[in-house]
């Protein structure tokens, strides 16, 4: 501001979340009180990301957006493309004590599924610290061209990474629609020559030791690490230069 008073003078920093909730807070932060006359707040869905052409920017900037999106696990070995889903199961002979309700009930195994989709949550919160120990989950493996889960878009956007790989490489990674809209949508966004900067934690190699941990958990969140290269071979299609930095 003192520095560079021209630059300062002619810049106009736009903060944006999806929730607005989060904005209302984001507002209140001191950080931002000596700048009002350069700050402004929108609500902004990141996958659709929309500016007037009158306010294009030249700069964007984002900080752990693209693990807080919905992902796929996706693993591709020697060409071929899977999805990796949790199936989780409990033992026929499992047994709980409800003592959310008095005199206490014991629920069998077919009770405690009903219970976990079931729409009450504050009871699921008080049991599950006795039904967490009795689920058990494993992977199942499902070629994409079988999965219910991904459009022939996403389909045919895997395929084209798994192209760029090694005959021989086996990866395991996060695959996210929303993306590819989200990087698309800034490209369409920024101004000529405009720049946008991804901070986020994820892994920089397609190959060698396959990544242990897709899924990091923060607090009570839940987080998906990012496969930089994957966001690489995106900007690739895109007349845009791109790099990784560590």
Do not use: W
């Not at 021209?6 to 950080?31: A, F, H, R």
């Not at 120990?133 to 996403?154: F, G, Q, R």
């Amino acid at each position: 501001q003192k520095k560079y008073p021209n630059i300062y003078n002619n810049t106009t920093v736009c903060v944006t979340d999806s929730s607005p909730e989060m904005i209302k807070k984001l507002q209140t932060i001191s950080l931002f009180y000596d700048h009002v006359e350069r700050v402004r707040f929108e609500v902004i869905d990141s996958k659709t990301f929309e500016i007037e052409n009158d306010k294009k920017p030249i700069f964007a900037y984002s900080s752990y957006l693209l693990t807080s999106l919905p992902s796929h696990h996706i693993e591709i070995s020697n060409g071929e493309i899977n999805e990796l889903l949790i199936k989780t199961s409990i033992d026929d002979d499992a047994v709980i004590i409800d003592t959310t309700q008095y005199p206490p009930k014991s629920l069998a195994a077919p009770e405690i599924k009903s219970l976990l989709n079931d729409s009450d949550k504050e009871i699921l919160r008080i049991l599950a610290p006795k039904i967490e120990p009795l689920l058990k989950e494993d992977i199942v493996s499902v070629n994409i061209n079988d999965s219910n889960n991904l459009d022939s878009t996403a389909k045919d956007n895997l395929k084209t990474f798994a192209n760029t790989l090694q005959a021989n490489d086996t990866i395991r990674f996060n695959y996210s629609p929303d993306i590819h809209s989200h990087i698309e949508s800034i490209f369409n966004s920024l101004l000529d020559k405009g720049v946008y900067i991804i901070s986020d934690f994820g892994y920089t190699q397609t190959y060698g030791p396959t990544p242990e941990v897709l899924v990091k958990p923060y607090g009570v969140t839940l987080y998906s690490s990012v496969c930089f290269p994957y966001l690489l071979s995106i900007t690739n299609s895109s007349p845009v230069s791109s790099s990784i930095t560590l």
